[in-house]
């Protein structure tokens, strides 16, 4: 068991070195050129995620594909989304925006799904709001596109665990994870090459850097649920925030102020009981939700 959290609380640290990086390969090239460079550099990492002994035909196999590409659909627009909010806002403000995919979660478990909330629930809903509220303030600090993306990539990714549930855990981790890849590589590829510009040296380094590190973390998430169970995993993606702050503060010189702090702290106590009020209704998904909804 203790195996596994350290492996997902390393798996998350993985997770925030690259968005690090993408916040600062976004002072020189383009989102999509990120995210499309850093996609085919994750790529690397998918024969480390197949099953052994399994076949690229099975365990690229699809059995519901039009619900497959639809979560890689919204993948892709949670990954470019993300992106925008990582290259303009302070990484730790950023996080605390995207934290509120648990909360859409509820929300679009009300309006899809028909599933009844009670007000434990709303509550944890209307803590977070106030937690976003406190750290963004609204008309006392100027809203910038980074922070309307964050919001949408929180939609988004929110989104692909809607769809998770409708799935039900049939579908292979390798279809998923290669499918939302994929979909990222052909959609910011196209749009990329209207703005391309050659990365640096450097820049070649932190983008395969970037990606392997992301793909790395969605192995290591694959090992840790084999020590320990997922809905044990799952909340060490809440240490995100904590990376976020130390990566801020020693690389960009991002120092939260205590608004910011008590508000992300709100936003962090919300989500985790919006998380394990879904675990004790049995809505928790299966190790697919592990694999990043970002890619």
């Known amino acids: 068991m203790i195996k596994g ?46 099953n052994k002994g399994e076949s690229w035909r099975i365990a690229l196999h699809m059995n519901r594909p039009s619900l497959v590409l639809l979560r ?22 950023a996080y605390s925006l995207l934290f509120l ?62 769809v ?7 579908e292979r981790k390798t279809a998923m994870f290669a499918s939302a890849n994929m979909a990222t590589v052909v959609v910011a590829g196209a749009a990329m090459l209207f703005d391309f510009q050659m990365p640096s040296a450097s820049g070649w380094f932190f983008l395969v850097l970037s990606g392997l590190l992301g793909g790395v973390g969605n192995v290591c998430l694959l090992w840790a649920t084999q020590f320990a169970p997922a809905n044990r995993v799952a909340p060490t993606q809440y240490a995100q925030i904590v990376w976020a702050i130390l990566l801020g503060a020693v690389f960009f010189g991002e120092i ?33 939700y592990l694999l990043r909804n970002r890619p």
């Open 5 to 50: 959290v350290a492996l997902g609380f390393l798996t998350y640290f993985l997770f925030s070195g690259t968005d690090a990086i993408s916040k600062h390969l976004g002072q020189h090239i383009s989102v999509f050129e990120i995210s499309c460079i850093t996609s085919i550099a994750g790529l690397a990492t998918l024969p480390f995620i197949r």
């Open 72 to 93: 890689a659909g919204l993948g892709v627009i949670a990954t470019l989304l993300g992106m925008v909010a990582f290259t303009t806002l302070p990484l730790a403000e």
């Open 101 to 162: 995919m648990p909360l859409f979660v509820t929300l679009l478990s009300i309006l899809l799904l028909k599933e009844l909330v009670g007000w434990r629930r709303w509550l944890a809903i209307f803590i977070g709001l106030a937690g976003v509220l406190m750290v963004v303030r609204p008309g006392v600090r100027e809203l910038l596109p980074g922070h309307f993306a964050a919001v949408g990539a929180a939609l988004c990714a929110a989104g692909t665990i809607i």
């Open 164 to 170: 998770l549930r409708v799935l039900g855990g049939r």
């Open 256 to 288: 939260p102020d205590g608004w910011a702090l008590a508000g992300m702290g709100l936003v962090l106590a919300s989500g985790l009981f919006t998380f394990l009020r879904e675990e004790q209704r049995g809505s928790f998904p299966t190790r697919s």
